[in-house]
């Protein structure tokens, strides 16, 4: 038998007193007794068979309880890089045709999924950090003036080519604006 139940088995034989001996090889022991020791011998197998039901027992209980207390969840950490990433995917999905993307979807896909306020600080950090680039257009650089620059994180890092991140943002923009009509 395996060493962790022998080693428990030899602890119940020495409690019922009979007298034994034990060879170990590796993972597994023989435990030898005499012949006339076999019935006490299974006595004891059956009380560490026992103890080994009602520990499981004890465990499934204290899980049970453990179980029964509410689970509050632990609040997501929404990290611009997972933001960025979430755009890079919702626009790359939404290009249906050369050159032909259906923003509309891609943004909303991202809001839902991030919540409005996450993904214009996400945005507005990038154009804050790239107000030199042309491709952005001076409408969506004034709107990222609004916003802080967060100087603790990285900057999110998109793969999107900035003219249709250009256009994600107007998109976004718009949508963002509906939603707080509501």
């Given amino acids: ?3 962790r139940h022998a080693s428990n088995v030899a602890k119940q034989l020495d409690e019922d007193g009979v007298k034994f001996s034990g060879l170990k090889k590796g993972t597994v022991t023989t435990i030898t007794i005499n012949k006339a020791d076999i019935p006490k011998y299974e006595a004891a197998v059956e009380k ?5 039901a009602e520990n499981k027992a004890q465990k499934q209980a204290e899980k049970a309880a453990v179980q029964t207390e509410p689970v509050v969840p632990k609040p997501r950490i929404v990290r611009p890089e997972d933001i960025a990433d979430s755009i890079d995917k ?12 259906d923003l509309k979807t891609a943004v909303s896909a991202v809001i839902s999924e991030h ?3 996450n993904v214009s600080k996400a945005l507005a950090d990038y154009i804050n950090r790239y107000n030199y680039d042309g491709r952005i257009s001076r409408q969506n650089k004034e709107w ?9 994180n990285y900057p999110p890092v998109f793969h999107t080519h900035p003219a249709v991140l250009d256009g994600f943002i107007n998109e976004a923009r718009a949508q963002i604006k509906e939603l707080e009509k509501v």
């Fill in 1 to 3: 038998m395996k060493n």
């Fill in 48 to 52: 560490v068979k026992a103890m080994y």
């Fill in 90 to 101: 919702a626009v790359s999905e939404s290009n249906y045709d050369l050159y032909y993307y």
């Fill in 115 to 117: 919540g409005e306020e």
């Fill in 144 to 152: 990222a003036k609004g916003f802080e620059l967060q100087e603790n």
